[in-house]
């Protein structure tokens, strides 16, 4: 009774899908906020990292559960056009990304889960709904693609301040 009022214990705090405590240790919710483009509802985005304190140099998270059906080329699209207003990548690892944006991201419906993972190993994994659907082995896409959301040159400032907990 002890062990089993234990586990239950242990499911409650973490309650995290598989995906995120395999890669991130001690996992929890850093922030969250619903991504919107106008006045639609785009996606909730949840950013989960160590003990909930976000750091590039660990593993981390980010959870995107879409609130509409999206194209996934379209997805890589926008995603390869956020990494350019960065600045500081080159045209040809651009495309080069966005290739492989294309071959990985599938068109998504409402309620399906995209899950990218920094890994230790700086690499980038991506899931759908649970599933591994594709990995970019490259510490720079990594940093480039999480920066979309986490660089301070985000092009949604008020969004990276929730996700990431900072003062308004």
Known sequence: ???SVFGASINAQQNLP????????EAALVGEEMFRY????????QLYAPNG????????????T?????????????????IA????????????????MIAIFPDVKKGDVILGVATEDKYTVFYLN????GRVEDTEFTERFFGIWLDPRTSAPDFRRALLKLPG
């Open 1 to 3: 009774m002890v062990l």
């Open 18 to 25: 598989t995906r995120i405590t395999m890669y991130v240790p």
């Open 38 to 45: 106008l006045f639609w509802k785009v996606y909730q985005a």
């Open 53 to 64: 304190e976000y750091s590039s140099e660990q593993p981390y998270a980010l959870r995107l």
């Open 66 to 82: 879409y609130q509409r059906s999206l194209d996934g080329e379209k997805i890589a699209e926008r995603s390869a056009d956020e």
């Open 85 to 100: 207003q960065q600045g500081g990548v080159t045209d040809s690892q651009l495309d080069g990304w966005l290739q492989q």
């Open 130 to 133: 649970e599933e591994e659907i």
